[in-house]
T-cell receptor
Framework: GAVVSQHPSWVICKSGTSVKIECRSL??????MFWYRQFPKQSLMLMAT?????????EQGVEKDKFLINHASLTLSTLTVTSAHPEDSSFYIC??????????????FGSGTQLSVL | AQTVTQSQPEMSVQEAETVTLSCTYD???????LFWYKQPPSRQMILVIR??????QNATENRFSVNFQKAAKSFSLKISDSQLGDAAMYFC?????????????FGIGTKLQVIP
């Protein structure tokens, strides 16, 4: 089946540094990718929707200058957390819908990235 | 905006028994999809079951079935013959059936414990 590869699976960084998370669709083209954030014992909250070749759409309250999203190809979307702070520590998950129309669409998830900012 | 509510933070079930997880949602749309996702300790999201709102028949997938009540906006998940591997967080989710790739909205989750 379709696979979405996300890495790194975990990263520890110092406050003020930037961290890039990659999400790749391995055997299908993903024109759209969704980026979610999940705090401990909470639900997945959508941060932004990235579209290949155009600007990402951010959810209300998500700082676009802090969470930079790039979707430069049909198989790769990246999320860069700029100037990370401890409050950005969270589990980040990407997901991509397969092509095929809404009735047959399936959503494939990456395995997530645990970010810890010291 | 659509909302998904799961009122049971935690549930437990004896192995081989049946358990039902509750979910309600709010939407003004008439056509949409509902899902149950499982998130085991590995945190990989796994689709358990999917229901199209225009279908009256409840979806089933082996030991998993749903009770979809469109008028009541209720979408519960029944797990029969519970197994230890069913222990996980379960998220109810909603997706509009409008054109394009629509985002999925998740509930807060229910943690399911399976007691041997």
């Amino acid at each position: 089946g379709a696979v979405v590869s996300q890495h790194p699976s975990w990263v520890i960084c110092k406050s003020g540094t930037s961290v890039k998370i990659e999400c790749r669709s391995l055997d299908f083209q993903a024109t759209t990718m969704f980026w979610y954030r999940q705090f401990p014992k909470q639900s997945l909250m959508l941060m932004a929707t990235s579209n290949e070749g155009s600007k990402a759409t951010y959810e209300q309250g998500v700082e676009k200058d802090k969470f930079l999203i790039n979707h430069a190809s049909l198989t790769l979307s990246t999320l860069t957390v700029t100037s990370a702070h401890p409050e950005d520590s969270s589990f980040y998950i990407c997901s991509a819908p397969s092509l095929g129309g809404a009735s047959n669409e399936k959503l494939f998830f990456g395995s997530g990235t645990q970010l810890s900012v010291l | 905006a659509q909302t998904v509510t799961q009122s049971q933070p935690e549930m437990s079930v004896q192995e081989a028994e049946t358990v039902t997880l509750s979910c309600t949602y709010d939407t003004s749309e008439s056509d949409y999809y509902l899902f149950w996702y499982k998130q085991p300790p590995s945190r990989q999201m796994i689709l358990v079951i999917r229901q199209e709102a225009y279908k009256q028949q409840n979806a089933t997938e082996n030991r998993f079935s749903v009770n979809f009540q469109k008028a009541a906006k209720s979408f519960s998940l029944k797990i029969s013959d519970s197994q230890l591997g069913d222990a996980a967080m379960y998220f109810c989710a909603y997706r509009s059936a409008a054109g394009g790739y629509q985002k999925v909205t998740f509930g807060i989750g229910t943690k399911l414990q399976v007691i041997p």
